[in-house]
């Protein structure tokens, strides 16, 4: 079992749609998280971390639930240009940084 | 800024074939990492060095060797190739283990 497990997808969605994906994590030694967000054939970028208390990034809410270890993406009113790759990332301390396999999202006109 | 770069974008080699992939960063950053990713297998780390002068087996380091040259500059060396090594491999960098990485654009390896 891989320790971070992602929905592969792909999500096709159309425009303005609201979406989201989930991410769950196995070890319950992982104290920080983020979404990182991969465009085709392009480097990794981060998108934002995921506090305890949730957090919130214009149209993008981030949640993250430790007694399930499992976190969350919502994407509201979705546009062309969030088409991507998400990527769920879990560190572990020092310098263990697990990241998921990817969930692919398309969204179309 | 030029961020994190990598050099070359992209490799053929054969097999039992070596290789010097380099990369450098340019924000003073303390902590540096390679990684590779391959489908369905989302992003793994080989090798990271925590500051100058130290560097650390990741997840998958057999096959592989580093060298922290300086702060700025993270090479990561295929001594003898395998197939098994095709890849996109991506270096990224870090002000320390808790902060943001920022990863270069890849090099893609394709092994023969």
């Avoid at chain 1, 085709?40 to 149209?59: A, F, I, T």
């Avoid at chain 2, 090798?47 to 700025?72: C, I, M, Q």
Wanted: charged share 20%; aromatic share 12%.
């Amino acid at each position: 079992r891989k320790e971070v497990e992602q929905d592969p997808g792909p999500f096709n969605v159309p425009e303005g749609a609201t979406v989201a994906f989930n991410c769950t994590y196995s070890n319950s030694a992982s104290q920080s998280f983020f979404w990182y967000r991969q465009d085709c054939r392009k480097e990794p970028k981060l998108l934002m971390s995921v506090y305890s208390s949730g957090n919130e990034d214009g149209r993008f809410t981030a949640q993250l639930n430790r007694a399930s270890q499992y976190i969350s993406l919502l994407i509201r009113d979705s546009k062309l240009s969030d088409s991507a790759t998400y990527l769920c990332v879990a560190r572990r301390g020092g310098f263990k940084t697990i990241f998921g396999a990817g969930t692919r999202l398309f969204v179309k006109a | 800024n030029a961020g994190v770069t990598q050099t070359p974008k992209f490799q053929v080699l054969k097999t039992g074939q070596s290789m010097t992939l380099q990369c450098a960063q340019d924000m003073n950053h303390n902590s540096m990492y390679w990684y590779r990713q391959d489908p369905g297998m989302g992003l793994r780390l080989i090798y990271y060095s925590a500051s100058e002068g130290t560097t650390d087996k990741g997840e998958v380091p057999n096959g592989y060797n580093v060298s922290r040259l300086n702060k700025r500059e993270f090479s990561l060396r295929l001594e003898s190739a395998a197939p098994s090594q095709t890849s996109v491999y991506f270096c990224a960098s870090s002000e320390s283990q808790n902060n943001e990485q920022f990863f270069g654009p890849g090099t893609r390896l394709t092994v023969l």
